[in-house]
């Protein structure tokens, strides 16, 4: 059985800062048009701090090393965008603590509760064009993996495709909260910046693999 320990978390960070900075330029566009443009440049700045972190933090308990890095990034980062990143690793600690190593059934606990303390914090829900609408199919993609006996490694492809979907989805979408929501149904055929940003995090997490 494939699992996540501290080293493959910072394999799987690099991955994604990586990922980030290849996207930034379309990010700050893409935020830019409903938003203030900044998207980019927080995800970039809150992935970097993390990944350089998690050298310094001597924690091999997964748990406590994601609600130190959730901790991380919302002083680094205090944004909206960066505020959901951070709810996401702190939501899901605490399925991890106490463990050095994460297996599939970890990930999809974990991955529960960050929808369930992104929901609570943004107050949306699936379906108001938002970060959720990646996030949410991507773990129930995990869930469907795990259910089906995938690898650790085919789970992660299929969520990212699933976020892939989210995004697509998010462009038949109206925008009902934040700096979007004011542009109401201009927003449709948009798709939206926040799950765009959770997608390319799901694509650093299977480049991992």
Known sequence: METINKLKLK???G???ESMQDAKDELIVLDGAMGDGDLGLTMCKGFEAIYQEIDILEETDMGKLMMKLGMKMNSVVPSTMGTLISTCFVKSA???KGKSELNLTDLVEMGKAAVDGVMQRGGSKIGDKTMLDALAPAINALEQSLSE???LAEAQQVAYQASIEGVEKT???KSVHGRAAYYNEQ???KQDP???AVMYIFRGIAKSF
Do not use: C, Q, R, Y
Request: aromatic residues 0%; without cysteine; charged residues 20%.
């Open 11 to 13: 394999e799987i960070l």
């Open 187 to 189: 927003s449709i055929g």
């Open 194 to 196: 926040g799950a765009t």
């Open 94 to 96: 605490p399925k991890a």
């Open 15 to 17: 991955n994604i800062l």
């Open 149 to 151: 006996n995938k690898t």
């Open 171 to 173: 462009k038949t979408l």
